[in-house]
């Protein structure tokens, strides 16, 4: 197998047979640099080294593969960019599920619905990865004129009102919920999100 780490081939023997030991061996002699995995590619295809299917993947002699490590600042920056990038497809998403619902169009808007809510379980679990890899409270943690918790019990709030309208098929409700509650919150967020970034060293 080639292994490659952060553009320069390795030239030792490789005991491991599966991606996942391997991995947790790298990242432990590197863990005192302060470096941690970026990005990881298995004959070009990129590989997410936290799910148990990638980790039992077996390694042969024809692999290539390919291991960025970097500071912990670096993958931040990139968590806060993909969210970033993320509401922008999220917000447009707001807007249309708004429109079928008052449109009477239920069938299509339960659909956008689903997709809504699953998108605001990723973005909060990127936001919660962020908060830990910074060593925040969200207690303390000030994003605005609140705190990361005074938001999260907001959005629990208004969560859990759409589930119960979307129950009651309440559609008004629904979309009104969408509109003038959800979407301002995540409109927000986007301003929000450089504030998670660590303070930079000063020297």
Request: aromatic share 8%; no cysteine; glycine share 6%.
């Given at each position: 197998?080639?292994?490659?780490?952060?553009?320069?081939?390795?030239?030792?023997?490789?005991?491991?047979?599966?991606?996942?030991?391997?991995?947790?061996?790298?990242?432990?002699?590197?863990?005192?640099?302060?470096?941690?995995?970026?990005?990881?590619?298995?004959?070009?295809?990129?590989?997410?080294?936290?799910?148990?299917?990638?980790?039992?993947?077996?390694?042969?002699?024809?692999?290539?593969?390919?291991?960025?490590?970097?500071?912990?600042?670096?993958?931040?920056?990139?968590?806060?960019?993909?969210?970033?990038?993320?509401?922008?497809?999220?917000?447009?998403?707001?807007?249309?599920?708004?429109?079928?619902?008052?449109?009477?169009?239920?069938?299509?808007?339960?659909?956008?619905?689903?997709?809504?809510?699953?998108?605001?379980?990723?973005?909060?679990?990127?936001?919660?990865?962020?908060?830990?890899?910074?060593?925040?409270?969200?207690?303390?943690?000030?994003?605005?004129?609140?705190?990361?918790?005074?938001?999260?019990?907001?959005?629990?709030?208004?969560?859990?009102?759409?589930?119960?309208?979307?129950?009651?098929r309440?559609?008004?409700?629904?979309?009104?919920?969408?509109?003038?509650?959800?979407?301002?919150?995540?409109?927000?967020?986007?301003t929000?999100?450089?504030?998670?970034?660590p303070?930079?060293?000063?020297?």
């Open positions: 197998m080639k292994l490659v780490i952060n553009g320069e081939e390795i030239r030792e023997p490789i005991a491991e047979t599966t991606l996942g030991p391997l991995i947790d061996r790298l990242m432990s002699e590197r863990q005192a640099l302060g470096l941690h995995v970026f990005a990881v590619h298995l004959n070009s295809d990129e590989v997410l080294v936290d799910s148990e299917e990638a980790r039992s993947l077996s390694l042969s002699g024809d692999d290539l593969l390919e291991i960025e490590f970097a500071p912990i600042e670096a993958l931040i920056a990139r968590n806060i960019d993909n969210a970033g990038n993320y509401l922008d497809r999220l917000l447009p998403g707001f807007e249309k599920a708004t429109q079928l619902f008052r449109t009477g169009n239920e069938q299509e808007a339960n659909r956008y619905f689903l997709d809504i809510i699953d998108g605001i379980e990723w973005f909060s679990e990127v936001v919660t990865q962020t908060l830990a890899a910074t060593g925040g409270d969200p207690a303390t943690l000030k994003l605005g004129t609140e705190t990361l918790q005074d938001r999260n019990e907001r959005l629990l709030s208004y969560t859990t009102q759409m589930v119960e309208a979307n129950q009651n309440d559609w008004v409700l629904l979309a009104d919920l969408i509109e003038y509650e959800l979407t301002p919150f995540y409109e927000e967020w986007q929000l999100l450089p504030h998670l970034l303070p930079k060293n000063i020297n």
